[in-house]
């Protein structure tokens, strides 16, 4: 059964920094292509952030790059999320996804179940 859980959030003043982590169980975690999404209240959920296997290639959504880092860690089977000089419209449940690259960023294989991330003004 694959499992992708989310841990890390909380809730963050404007301009204050937030790790998420993703454990992964389930599946070949170095053989699968990782991303980040977010859905706020009352949007859809939009793409953040993405990684290839080797962690050779990264991507990010406009509204994030410059201000976060997507990392992973093969050996432990765990996919990173670091947040920094965050704003209050990163408030958001934040979820991982798995897949293959070209299609990771659009339409990912499985989904964790996501952490919630807040943050103040």
């Known amino acids: 059964q694959v499992q992708l859980v989310e841990s890390g959030g909380g809730l963050v003043q404007a301009g204050g920094s937030l790790r998420l982590s993703c454990a992964v169980s389930?599946?070949?975690?170095?053989?699968?292509?990782m991303g980040w999404f977010r859905q706020a209240p009352g949007k859809e959920r939009e793409f953040v952030a993405a990684?290839?296997?080797?962690?050779?290639?990264?991507d990010y959504a406009d509204s994030v790059k410059g201000r976060f880092t997507i990392s992973r860690d093969n050996a432990k089977m765990t996919l990173y999320l670091q947040m920094n000089s965050l704003k209050p419209e990163d408030t958001a449940v934040y979820y991982c996804?798995?897949?293959?690259?070209?299609?990771?960023?659009?339409?990912?294989?499985?989904w964790g179940q996501g952490t919630q991330v807040t943050v103040s003004s």
């Open positions: 996804a798995a897949g293959a690259w070209f299609t990771v960023r659009t339409r990912p294989d499985y």
């Open positions: 990684i290839t296997r080797s962690s050779g290639t990264t």
């Open positions: 389930g599946l070949t975690f170095s053989n699968r292509a």
